[in-house]
């Protein structure tokens, strides 16, 4: 009966995962259950002595999932940072400077994958897996750079090759493009 359970709990969160995309849920109900097992536990040692049906214990966790679900995104809205970078404006500006194109990427501190340098930087993880319309190809003419202080200057020399700035769009990523 507990394997039944817990099978279909993973059933409920994998199609809660599908149904509510959102780039952080996966982070808030792992978040949230991982808290409350331990409590749970405890709290059923106390109260229920005697074995508990498994029907209420379903009625219970549905109930604390379906809570979950429903006010675990309100929390993260509200209690998240407030800054212009934030998924869906980096899409949208990506969208906006390379639409279909493929680019390669130039990306500063907060973006790059310093401390797990086999996985992709931001912008690459984003055009590799379909999440953007810009495409990621190394030594491609346009570069789209990216850093959290804005700063870019009118030329980057990459490598051998130079490019020059040609956009800047909010939240502050720019466009260069390769010197013929």
């Not at 978040?31 to 049906?53: D, E, I, M, T």
């Not at 899409?91 to 279909?100: I, K, Y």
């Not at 495409?135 to 202080?149: C, M, Q």
Request: net charge positive; with cysteine.
């Amino acid at each position: 009966m507990m394997r039944a359970i817990q099978v279909a709990l993973a059933v409920v969160l994998a199609l809660v995962f599908l149904l509510l995309y959102r780039p952080w849920l996966p982070e808030i109900v792992a978040f949230g259950v991982g808290h409350a097992v331990v409590p749970a536990v405890l709290l059923r040692r106390v109260l229920f002595r005697p074995a508990v049906p498994g029907r209420v214990a379903c009625a219970v966790g549905g109930v604390v999932l379906v809570l979950l679900i429903t006010v675990g995104p309100w929390l993260a809205d509200h209690y998240a940072e407030r800054t212009p970078w934030s998924y869906s404006r980096i899409r949208a500006t990506l969208d906006a400077l390379c639409g279909g194109i493929g680019v390669e990427t130039d990306e500063g501190l907060a973006f790059a994958a310093l401390l797990n340098p086999q996985y992709d930087s931001v912008l690459r993880y984003m055009m590799k897996r379909g999440l953007t319309t810009c495409r990621y190809e190394p030594s491609s003419d346009v570069l789209i750079a990216v850093v959290r202080d804005g700063q870019y200057p009118a030329s980057k020399t990459i490598g051998r090759a130079t490019f020059y700035r040609e956009l800047v769009l909010p939240p502050g990523i720019a466009r260069y493009r390769r010197a013929p």
